[in-house]
């Protein structure tokens, strides 16, 4: 049982569900909820942070703040972009541009990596503790057979080696830390609005239906799952 949680892009469908679920579920645990933007604390375990992902002096003082009340059992970010007001996925390499490379980068892969620097390491030693990031099945280089989504497909692809290099480097100081990447399903949300009408019938989750599922796949996990990409169903993806 989790008693020491932080969630990344609380303000998010998926963040701000997992934020909701895990403070019904766990009443008595102290969650930290993390978001750009300023949050009013729903209930009385969860503490509010608003936090700029990429200000890594910030990251690294919150990390000190909440390790000074205890380690934590369980990382959750829900950070990610796939479109923007001024950005479209790519259908063509005619759309490419370093603009778009490097913003979908920013927030999908580095973003990601500098949380994990600074809450890796926080982590408990004494039980399993999970950190994990959501990817996108997408990110997945051997199931790609549509192409198109350059830049996401490529941030979402490079965030799977950052976790599987962090869970290596991880193994020789913390035994019981589970790193892994979770693949939501497509759920309705602002990230997936514009391509919903390609989604077949059923395959549209709710942040209810997607977020209790993968709740119920990291309760399943153990450190000899550390590095792997997860579905909302369970099933491993290859990278
Ligand atoms: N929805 C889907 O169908 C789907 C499918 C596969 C994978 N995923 C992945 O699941 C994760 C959550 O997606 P979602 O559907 O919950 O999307 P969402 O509702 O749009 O939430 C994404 C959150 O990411 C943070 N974010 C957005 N722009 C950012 C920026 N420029 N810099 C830093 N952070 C930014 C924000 O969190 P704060 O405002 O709280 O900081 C935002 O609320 C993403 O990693 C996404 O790639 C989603």
């Known amino acids: 049982m989790p008693n020491h949680i932080a969630i990344f892009g609380a303000n998010g469908t998926i963040g701000s569900e997992f934020t ?3 403070s019904s579920h766990y009443p008595d ?14 209930a009385k375990n969860i ?6 992902y990429l200000d890594e002096a910030a990251l690294k003082n919150a990390a000190k703040e909440v390790s000074e009340q205890a380690p ?7 950070t990610g972009i796939l479109h923007t007001d001024d950005i479209m996925p790519e259908k063509s390499l005619r759309d490419l541009s ?8 920013q927030v999908n892969t580095i973003v990601p990596a500098l949380i994990a620097k600074y809450f890796v390491p926080i982590l408990n030693k004494q039980q399993p503790a999970l950190f994990a990031a959501l990817s996108a099945r997408v990110g997945s280089i051997s ?10 497909r490529a941030s979402k692809a ?7 290099n962090v869970a ?10 589970i790193i892994c990447a979770l693949h939501p399903g497509t759920v309705d949300s602002a990230l997936s609005e514009p391509f919903q009408k390609n989604v077949p019938e059923g395959k549209l989750f709710t942040a209810e239906f997607s977020v209790s599922q993968l709740l119920q796949v990291i309760d399943k996990l153990s450190t000899d799952d550390s590095g792997k990409i997860f579905a909302w169903d369970g099933s491993e993806i290859q990278p």
């Open 143 to 152: 199931d790609n057979h549509l192409g198109g989504w350059y830049s996401y």
């Open 72 to 78: 934590l059992d369980l990382v959750i970010v829900a």
């Open 98 to 105: 370093a603009d778009k490379f490097m913003q979908l980068y």
């Open 47 to 52: 503490t509010t942070h608003q936090i700029d």
């Open 158 to 164: 490079a965030l799977n080696m950052i976790i599987r």
């Open 29 to 42: 645990a102290i969650i930290h909820a993390f978001s750009r933007r300023p949050q009013e604390s729903a």
């Open 20 to 22: 909701r679920v895990l």
């Open 168 to 177: 290596i480097e991880t193994r020789r100081t913390n035994k019981n830390a």
